[in-house]
């Protein structure tokens, strides 16, 4: 049972990153995509504004919390 739970916080240990810099990505080309097109769909162009910032937001805390643990155990490790 335990060994399931280890498997499943590894997973989401990698996983949410990559998935909030993938959204991030996908926002970011969307919004330069619309962008163009701004006059003609103002809530489009909103939305991908809006999933843009959330998705950056995301991104950076997520990636931040990853570099720091990685950082820290790489610290540990050096003191042994």
Do not use: C, N
């Amino acid at each position: 049972m335990d060994a399931y739970i280890a498997d499943i916080v590894i997973f989401l240990f990698f996983a949410l990153p990559a998935a909030s810099v993938i959204w991030f990505l996908a926002s970011l080309i969307g919004f330069f995509v619309t962008r163009r097109q701004r006059e003609e769909e103002p809530d489009r162009f909103k939305r991908w504004r809006r999933s843009l910032v959330a998705s950056a937001i995301a991104a950076v805390v997520f990636v931040a919390i990853f570099v720091g643990i990685l950082v820290m155990l790489v610290a540990a490790v050096a003191h042994m």
